[in-house]
Structure formats: C-alpha cells, structure tokens
C-alpha cells in the first residue's frame, strides 16, 4: 500500500468544481470524484459549514482527508466530502458565515486579504494507492475521521464499480426498492448501508462464500445487481406468501437462511398460521422471534423457554440432596441447571413440580439429543 501525503490549496481544489444531479460532483479540474456512489447521503448542516470556513479563516489545521487514486490517474474523495463541499459551496455564495458581532459573510464580502488567504490554505491529503484489499486493512485501522464510515460503506469504497453502484439504487437510498417491499422485515437504515450489508451477507453465504468482501470482489464487475435484486425479491416474497399474518418478532430475522433451506417445501399456510398463533399464546417461550425457524425446522433450539427462578431450583436442589438426576453424582448448586422433567413438547411447563437439577455437562448433552 502507497501513502503519499500532499498539501492542496484551496483555490485548486475548486477549480472545475461541479455539482450536477446525474454527473455527480467533481473538483481539482475535474479529477476529483468528490460524491463517488458509495458515498453515503450526508450533508453538514449549517454550524459544520460555517465551522470548516471559520477554521480555514483563522489558519487552524483542517482534518487530513484522503483521495483514493484510481487506475487512469483520477481520484476519488474517501473522506472530506462534506470539508470539500462547504469549501466549494462557501465559494459559490451558496451559504454564510458570521463574523464575531454577527453579520454575515458572503465569501464576496469578504477582505482580499482574506479571500486570498482562504484560496492560498493548504489542506492536508493522503493519495492511497494500492490493491483492494490493502486499502480495506487501511481504511479499517484509520477507521476514518470526521464522519466516519461503517463497514459497509468501506467495503463500498474499496469494491466501487457497476455492481456497487447499481446495488445502491436498490438497498441504499431513502425510499429504495427494498425499503419499500421489505422495510419491516429489514432491521437498520438503508442509507446507512444497512439493507445492502444484509442481502450481501445472504447472497455471500448462498454461494458458499463466508466473507462479503470476497463476494463484492468478485461481483464488482458485474454490469448490474439484478442478480442480487432477484434473489432478494424471491426471498421476500416468500415470506410474504409462506407467512400471511405479519407479527412485529419477523424483522430482523435471516430470512436469506430460512429461504435458501425451506422455500422447495409446499406447506399448508393456514396450519402454519394456527401454529404459529398458538406458539405466540404460549408463556413457555421466551424468544418469540425463534417460532418462525422451529416452525420450519422442528429443532428446539430454535426457541427460547422461560427459566426455573432461584427458589424452584433451590427447592429441587435440597430435594435431591445434590445428586444429579442423571449421573447420579453429587455437585454443588452453581454446578448444576434446572431441567425440564417432562419436557416442553411433551406439555412439561416451568414450574416447582417439573424441576430437576442436572449437572452442566449431563444437562448439555441432554440438550443435544
């Protein structure tokens, strides 16, 4: 990985500036993608502005930013996206700032001195230069100061091509696709990066690729994420058709998994709705969120049941004296668990009667079984 650090004055950096709504925003004559597409949608509001104009003003230090620089010689903004838009915004007249008695300064009305000595500062950039996955270890050990980026948006960074780019349109925008089909079952914010970060996860793990960025390296390429968008919208609309009744337990859940090993199977929707409600009624379960897995899956350990307190497995503890009721050897209390004697599926429910204390290893194995 190459570092190279190089002072810019203002007055290049602005030049060339752009702000087009379909060309995105360029700067330092066009070689500068200042808003690259896996920039997240973030503006400063007007006290950061005017704090990035007053620091410039007074000759304090800015924040490093860092330009990625590209195969064709170009640069793309990593970070100081928001720095380097309040500088070409304050520029443009597009805002104010306001001197110590309050009145505002246009950058027009500003002293040529001080226009001067705003266009003559020197920021501080680090040009990185380097195979992807050496900028990804970087940019993870810096993590980005100022606003810093998520690991998603890293990833975005690093990976950025036609697939990312078309990724974004449909998982990474305010009111996007998936938002609009999936926003309750989908935990966080898509313009965080949220929604994109799960379906990738889900699509790494489908082609038997346990790390997402080995998965977006080799998509980067793509022409598209149609094919990403497809799968998503298969697994959405099979929750929708598999589960007819939304409850608030199915956000957030790995749809993807339960999707990619159950959607082959024909199942009886009302009956599944009937289990499921009468799951919901039962005070046994603890981990609502789990009936949706073990209602597909039959495993137990997809559920959570409530727990024997204090007392029932003191109670059960003097009662056996200690001894476990399956190995048959003596413990103390805090070695030992309370078990369910006749069992949850059996119609065993927590309470004093249906006690027993087990030893953590006897208990575990019964668990397994």
Known sequence: ????????????????????????????????????????????????????????????????????????????????????????????????????????????????????????YELTVYFCKGTDKEKLDWFRVINIVGERLLDQELLNAIYTGPFVTDARKYFSKDKCPAYKIAADLLTGVAREQSYLATVLSWAARKEGINDVSEYMSKHKDDVNA?????????????????????????????????????????YDTDALEQRIHDLMEDDEIMKKSGIYSYV?????????????????????????????????????????????ITPWAEGGTTTAENCQMLCKECNRRKGTK
């Open 296 to 340: 597909l899956s039959g495993d137990l350990r997809d559920l959570s049941f409530r727990a024997f307190d204090k007392k029932q497995k003191r109670e059960a503890y003097e009662r056996q004296q200690g001894i476990c009721a399956h190995c048959g050897r003596h413990f103390e209390l805090e070695e030992m668990e309370g078990d369910h």
């Open 1 to 120: 990985m190459k570092i190279e650090e190089k002072k810019i004055k203002v007055c290049d950096l602005i030049t060339g500036y752009e702000n087009d709504p379909d060309n995105g925003v360029r700067a330092y004559n066009g070689r500068l993608d200042v808003r690259p597409p896996y920039q997240r949608e973030f503006r400063y509001d007007d006290k950061q502005k005017e704090a990035v104009i007053h620091t410039i003003l007074k000759g304090f230090p800015l924040n490093i930013m860092y330009w990625s620089v590209e195969e064709n010689g170009d640069y793309e903004m990593i970070d100081g996206q928001q720095r380097s838009l309040s500088i070409c915004e304050y520029v443009q007249h597009d805002f104010h700032i306001k001197d110590e008695q309050g009145h505002k300064r246009y950058f027009n009305s500003l002293t040529d001195e001080d226009k001067a000595q705003f266009m003559n």
């Open 226 to 266: 149609s094919r990403l968008w497809a799968y998503f919208s298969a697994i959405i609309t099979w929750v929708r058709t598999t589960f007819t009744v939304y409850r608030k337990e199915m956000k957030g859940l790995d749809w993807g998994l339960l999707y990619d090993h159950y959607h082959e199977h024909i």
